[in-house]
């Protein structure tokens, strides 16, 4: 029987790839550990390193933003990556650093057990969705599968980078508040 306890213990002490010989700090997750929404983002950047959290650098307070249109915060959801420690330079995380590190990520999804896991941005919807998503034709969708629902929008920093994509992704905030008022208990 898996704990979180168990699950931090182990992944703390995580070398199965070459990632962390440059890390500072492992990023395991954060928020609410039984969680009905689960947020999944790509891997740290440099601020998250240096404070061993997800979303604390620009991406993050841009994500808290997004969170609190839609009522939400940090300690309502949970928060976690596709890798737990960053990729240099803050290139994509490669194909083998992914599969070296996605069974933390199971383990933290089976023991939150959220009702939606909302994907944000690409490298996660590959991942996590479906490894052909094309989240400029997919974002705001909704995927069921084992008894949970999926949606993918844009990543925090690719808004930074691309404004223009902001109001698409409010739309798929909008989605999201819906679907937890229509599934969700404990959450609003
Ligand atoms: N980008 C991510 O994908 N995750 C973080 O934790 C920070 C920036």
Redesign the pocket.
């Known amino acids: 029987m898996d704990s979180w306890d168990k699950l931090k213990a182990e992944c703390a002490g995580c070398r199965a790839c070459a990632l962390c010989e440059t890390r500072h700090n492992l990023?395991f997750g954060v928020g609410r550990e039984d969680a009905e929404v689960m947020f999944i983002?790509?891997?740290?950047?440099e601020q998250?390193d240096l404070k061993g959290e997800?979303?604390v650098?620009p991406?993050?307070k841009l994500l808290d933003t997004m969170l609190e249109i839609i009522d939400l915060d940090r300690n309502k959801v949970y928060i976690a990556?596709m890798v737990k420690c960053r990729p240099p330079r803050n290139r994509d995380p490669q194909d083998r650093e992914q599969d070296a590190c996605s069974g933390w990520l199971r383990r933290q999804i089976a023991l939150v057990d959220p009702k939606i896991i909302v994907c944000?941005?690409r490298i996660a919807a590959m991942g996590i969705i479906d490894p052909e998503f094309r989240i400029t034709r997919e974002h705001g969708q909704w995927h069921e599968r084992d008894g949970r629902m999926y949606m993918a929008t844009y990543?925090?920093?690719a808004l930074l980078r691309d404004p223009a994509k902001r109001p698409e992704a409010f739309e798929d905030l909008r989605e999201l508040r819906s679907k937890i008022r229509q599934i969700c208990r404990n959450t609003y």
Not at 41 to 45: A, L, V
């Open positions: 990023v983002g790509e891997g740290p950047g998250e997800p979303f650098g991406a993050g990556n944000l941005g990543h925090p920093s």
